[in-house]
Nanobody, 132 residues
């Protein structure tokens, strides 16, 4: 398994941008699909975005962040990023990075990516607070 550590969270005004990073240690990072989830106080964990393993072309975004957030990975750095733009107070949450070897591509669709049960490794989370 990989060990994951998020960074880049903080306080930002509505309409602003922030980039989260997730550094992975361990073996075979490139073989893992990576994702971001978030959890706001009193709410269930919510899927944000996922990206397929190296060599596959596939991303998936939650409906609430489509067009505003972008997930990317740099395998040479063992890092996955979440570029967040047009931030809203509703984006306030703890953001978690997760890794999985269980996702599959069916055509251009990254299957099962939104299911937290498919991920075997999780980071500790980083707080993002968006002020109005």
């Amino acid at each position: 398994q990989v060990q994951l550590e998020e960074s880049g969270g903080g306080l930002v005004q509505a309409g602003g941008s922030l980039r989260l990073s997730c550094a992975a240690s361990g073996r075979a990072f490139s073989s893992y699909s990576m994702a971001w989830f978030r959890q706001a106080p009193g709410k269930e964990r919510e899927f944000v975005a996922a990206i397929a393993w190296s060599g596959a072309v596939g991303t998936l975004y939650g409906d609430s962040v489509k067009g505003r957030f972008t997930i990317s990975r740099v395998d040479d750095e063992n890092t996955v990023y979440l570029q967040m733009g047009s931030l809203e107070p509703e984006d306030t949450a703890v953001y978690y990075c997760a890794a999985s070897t269980r996702l599959r591509m069916v055509g251009s669709v990254l299957m099962y990516a939104a299911l937290s049960s498919q991920y075997s490794s999780w980071g500790q989370g980083t707080q993002v607070t968006v002020s109005s």
